[in-house]
């Protein structure tokens, strides 16, 4: 409460002297009221989990140390990332859709460097193109993308099915993160490794789009690694004999 006290002290026995007021304002009600309104606002607030997104994070699968840098050559694929530049350096742009040209070359399994002629150039190389495509409006896949959805079907059909149950309230979001963890670790089924390789002209958003192509693809065996020599040599057959420069 406030209170204002008059003070005649300094004023008193002059004619017109002005009177000195002294005000005094106690805080303590608004204390307790701030503690009130504390109180009311933690009863009545509804605490919401916050949204975060999934991702499907590489597996931490226990690998005898002999087999950390082997795999079964059926499961492996091998991605070199490639952007084409101009002559100053620049990402070229893709007329038609107005995106970067990210090339993905790609081969399975191990690579094929026979050179029977010796010529230096790889007879038959095993390795492929594709581009970062995606889906079309009927869900069908395209690019890069439908390879690596079809090495990984297994996977995306058992979790699909979860999915379904989850979209229909059959299960709660914890309870779908945690089957397709374990669907996706699942060592029975036929699973991809994935081996993510940046070439010297590749760029930031290429090396980006791989790895959203390996949470789409719900893809939990990956890695990225430098590019060798037999790489570019499959590159450069690749290019030669289908006279690309």
Not at 99 to 104: F, L
Not at 119 to 136: A, L, Q
Request: glycine letters at 6%; aromatic letters at 6%.
């Amino acid at each position: 409460m406030a209170q204002i006290e008059q003070s005649d002290k300094g004023g008193k026995g002059k004619k017109g002297g002005q009177k000195k007021m002294a005000i005094h304002v106690d805080f303590t009600p608004m204390v307790d009221m701030n503690m009130l309104l504390i109180t009311f606002f933690m009863l009545c607030t509804t605490m919401i989990k916050s949204q975060t997104l999934q991702i499907a994070l590489p597996s931490n699968e226990k690998v005898e140390e002999a087999q950390q840098n082997k795999t079964k050559q059926s499961e492996a694929i091998t991605l070199i990332l490639d952007t084409e530049r101009d002559a100053d350096g620049n990402v070229m742009m893709d007329l038609e859709t107005g995106k970067p040209k990210h090339t993905v070359y790609y081969y399975e399994g191990k690579p094929v460097v026979d050179d029977e002629n010796k010529d230096g150039i790889i007879d038959n190389p095993n390795i492929k193109v594709e581009k970062f495509i995606g889906n079309s409006n009927t869900g069908e896949t395209f690019g890069i993308r439908n390879i690596l959805h079809n090495r990984n079907k297994q996977v995306l059909e058992k979790i699909n099915v979860q999915k379904e149950k989850w979209r229909n309230k059959e299960l709660t979001d914890e309870e779908y993160q945690t089957l397709a963890k374990d669907i996706r670790n699942d060592s029975t089924l036929v699973r991809p490794v994935v081996i993510i390789k940046a070439g010297p002209n590749a760029s930031y958003e290429s090396l980006i789009s791989a790895l959203d192509e390996m949470q789409i693809n719900q893809i939990s065996r990956y890695q990225i690694d430098n590019i060798n020599g037999v790489d570019s040599a499959l590159i450069f057959a690749y290019k030669t004999l289908n006279g690309i420069k």
